[in-house]
């Protein structure tokens, strides 16, 4: 037997991938409402050269549809290559998240003074994706805190004020320079609302950071405090949260009170309401409680005892240093949490499968959010194990989409559908006959969440088989080869590793386009096996007709 086994591997994402409906050409590969005749698309980098090496080794189908996938600015982003995205930032560090913001950032400020950007259609909109990513998890965050806030507020006390964020991003069927415009948008928005929930927990919450003489102690404070606001409603917070040497820059920075002999009450006011202004702005009259604590005794001490006012403020100090850690940590968890439910809760489009639930993880992911708790470690694992599994079954299915575009440049399959959802672990089979091979042989494809497995295949005759018969197997079995490595590199250009270990050792038989394998191609005539039993009696399906999915068997090859 001839075969050839690989482990696809998915680079970059072509953005405008959509889920597949039965039975669409390759225009339809991307949204219906796009339109491709961009002015742009000649200088988006890197398209044209792609295209140009993809036209020498595809049809001309298998190149417009990847110059249709590869331009950034021609196309919306298609709802398949969302999700794969979407469940890639779910699996990475908040860290990651923010740093693709600053790249987003980065790239719309290059477009705004129409300079090219360097990085590729796909990795423009990775890190856009990523961004909204961020972005929503934020905003989910936020308004998490606000309802806890509101939730645990004594008696009497003001609600804090509604957000008023707009609804989270949808980056499906959106443009880029749109979704990066959104970004900025919502980000602007996300700073004022923080910074006006944190103007409420002080307001609201006096006793937590009351001491003596009152009157002065709170102006100070809130002066110092509405510094601090106005500083984070006015500076994108994104590059501080990509660099972790940033926050302890900050916290190393933060102020330390002089020598027992210099220190005076007027000192220890003005040190005391910076160190508790400087607090994170996600932190809760709780959080400050230490901190305030030690700046009420540091107040206190401070006229007649300097040194052990002195010994209060440099608690305080490393109270609020603490504090800020804990607090940033906490709402990294928190977003994480919510892009990851997010990412569970998201559904496939309909006429598709459903994408497996997890309704346990997502009850643990709705918990963090509103009881502001971190998951424990064992319980984080399961969620990273649903969302892993829910992401590789998306790269299943867009592997086969890739794979079908990059044999046969088109969706279409003889009268049966292309649907590529299927649930998890099935296999996809397909027949694809070679230029030149006739309809004696052909390769098939078989597809599942892990490997993507090939043989060469003869049609199966009865008796035995002469000298010739077998001289052409075995050049066909040579001849594979040599196919197999041409469908790498298309696979590469659209974004997919298929490095094939492939072996000589004979053919298989069998019957072209036999139940449950999808034809890729359909130039052979005969080749494809005439219907039996009762379907011999019913009219051929027209294409409008077609079931919308099928479940292919999974035995033999």
Known sequence: MSVGTALPAIGDVLPAVDYAPAAQPVGD???????????????????????????GHMTDAVAQGLHELLAPAAVALGALSGALLAGRAALVTTQVLAAAAVRAAEEQACLERRQEASATAARQWEVAAFAATRANARRAALLARVRRAARTAPPGTPP???????????????????????????????????????EWVL??????????????????????????????????????DADPSTA????????????AEELRHEDAVRIGAELLARLDVAATAEDAEPAAAAVRHALAAAATRPLKARTHLREARRFVAATN?????????????????????????????????????????????????????????????????????????YVERMLRLAISGTDHFDGRTAG???????????????????????????????????ATMRRETPGARDAAALALDDERCHE?????????????????????????????????????????????????????????GEPRRRSDDRPAHRTVRTDDR
């Open 160 to 198: 804090p004020p509604p957000p008023g964020l707009p609804g989270p991003l949808t980056p499906v069927g959106m443009p880029l320079a749109r979704l990066r415009e959104r970004l900025a948008e919502l980000d602007e928005r996300m700073r004022h609302a923080e910074a006006a929930h944190a």
């Open 325 to 397: 850690r804990a607090v940033r940590d906490r709402r990294a968890a928190e977003e994480r949490a919510a892009a990851q439910l997010d990412f569970l809760e998201t559904t496939a489009p309909r006429g598709t499968d459903p994408l497996p639930a997890a309704p346990a993880e997502t009850a643990l992911l709705r918990r963090v959010l509103d009881e502001g708790r971190r998951l424990e470690p064992h319980e984080q694992q399961q969620v990273d194990d649903r969302v892993s599994e829910r992401l590789a079954e998306l790269e299943r299915r």
């Open 248 to 259: 302890r820059r900050e916290d190393e920075a933060l102020p330390q009170p002089p020598a």
């Open 480 to 536: 594979a080869g040599g196919h197999l490595e041409q469908l790498r590199g298309i696979a590469q250009r659209l974004g997919v590793e298929l490095d094939f270990a492939f072996e000589e050792s004979g053919t298989v038989p069998g019957t072209r386009g036999e139940e449950g394998v999808l034809v890729l191609d359909e130039d052979i005539a005969g080749a494809r096996p005439e219907p039996s039993g009762k379907a011999l």
């Open 29 to 55: 590969l991307v949204s219906h409402a796009q339109t491709f005749a961009h002015p742009d698309v000649a200088h988006v980098p890197g398209v044209a050269d792609a295209v140009h090496q993809a036209a």
């Open 203 to 240: 307001r609201e919450n006096r006793n937590a950071f009351t001491a003596p003489q009152d009157d002065a102690w709170q102006r100070e404070l809130r002066a110092r405090r509405a510094s601090v606001l106005h500083e984070h409603r006015s500076r994108p917070d994104a590059a501080r």
């Open 420 to 454: 590529s959802s299927h649930p998890h672990g099935r296999l996809v089979r397909f027949d694809w006959t070679p230029p030149g091979w006739g309809a004696g042989h052909w390769l098939r494809i078989a597809l599942d969440g892990e490997h993507a497995r090939v």
